[in-house]
């Protein structure tokens, strides 16, 4: 008996190579495959402003219909038997979410999930349903696939790097352990953040330059390796990139002077990446802060990546209780447009990652950031990342003079103890 492949899309840019990959798997499978093309008219009137409704999913359905044609095409090329659905659904997927439970209800149906990373995939993802929350797991178009039990493992050995499987039973109530499957382990990224550096704790935000060289050291007796930020969303976005084991990111906050006059020193004795998040209207001005010229010094070394943290740094949640909902979006989007014009402008770096301010976030922030250009965003959530992370609120730990080797054991799930010397640092 044939495998059952059903795909589910929105219509992003990403969802031609997920069709192309769910056709390439059908065929390896001889599965029939249905394609689900779903047009969510909420989604489009939160994450489209000012476009005129009836024009746009007029231009979407065509869009829609376009890409399913040449899904067909495809299929049929492939000696694929495919068959499409362009449906609107209120909300976005309803739909999705019933073939999902189809699916289900099929005793010798296991479900999985496939994805291939877009860059800006569901922006705003709304809440309630299995395929909305798969879309805000992934940040990506989400290809949902159902295939009988006993195909199900020549597929998943067939896909080899390129695919992401999660367990679905915690979202749709399939006992998927039961079933004698298990999840391949996967990277998890520690992602440190720190603000200032001194000789002495001067308040809680400060971490002394001794806890930190322990750090460093323990990283490196332990087998770490710091990797660049940028590599990090680069491994998240594709699936065929790669990271070395036990990777870390150094991160720091604010653009305090003391990066500069504390911290450059170290990262040039050791050569490890750094990525800054900074808020450009203390740069130059505030007498804490960073100049300019410092910046730009710092990006020439080339282990220092300059990103941004808002404009001014403001309290979302304040500036939220105390404007329209109108004039606090636009207000977003001055803090955010503004920040990475001015960085850019001033420094020469790209800028399209983001530190939220406070930590705070939420599904109206991470839409309007998406929406600004950024493709990742970073909170204060103290756990490691994951492939799987969304990638505009990705997690970091913050980092204080309390995390001696002991703390930043537990943090890291290591034995404190001084392993076996092994070949490897924390370069």
Known sequence: MYGKIMVGIDGSEACSPVMDEAIRLAAAERAELHIVHVIGLPFLLVT??????????????????????????????????????????????????????????????????????????????????????????????????????????TLIRGLGRRALCAVLAC?????????????????????????????????????????????????????YHIVPLRDVVNWMRDPHAALPSKPVVITVDDGHRSVFEKLLPVVLRERFPVTLFVYPSAISNASYALTWDQLRTLKQTGLFDIQSHTY??????????????????????????????????ETGAHVDMLAWPYGIYDDELIALAADEGYVAGFTLDARKADRHAPLLELPRFLMVDAYGPSALARLLGESPARPTPTAGNAR
């Open 48 to 153: 489209v402003r000012f476009y005129d409704p009836v024009t746009l999913i007029a231009a979407l359905r065509a869009k829609g219909a376009g890409l399913l044609e040449q899904a067909r095409h495809h299929a049929s090329t492939a000696s694929v038997r495919c068959t499409t659905e362009l449906v609107e659904t209120d909300p976005l997927t309803e739909t999705i979410a019933a073939r999902l439970q189809q699916c289900a209800d099929a005793r010798d149906a296991a479900l999985m999930v496939i994805g291939a990373r877009g860059d800006r995939a569901f922006d705003a993802p709304l809440q309630g349903s299995i395929a909305t929350r798969l879309c805000r797991l992934a940040m990506r178009p989400v290809l949902l696939v159902a295939v009988a039990a006993s195909r199900s493992g």
């Open 171 to 223: 979202l749709c109530g399939l006992a998927w352990a039961a079933g004698g499957y298990a999840q391949s382990a996967e990277a998890h990224v520690a992602i440190f953040v720190y603000h200032r550096f001194s000789d002495t704790a001067d308040d809680t935000m400060t971490v002394r330059m001794t806890t930190f060289e322990t750090q460093l050291r323990f990283l490196n007796e332990h087998d």
């Open 312 to 345: 001014w740094h403001p309290n979302f949640k304040v500036e939220r209780r105390r404007r329209t909902p109108a004039d606090f979006r636009q207000f977003v989007r001055t803090q955010l447009d503004s920040s990475r014009r001015r960085i850019e402008s």
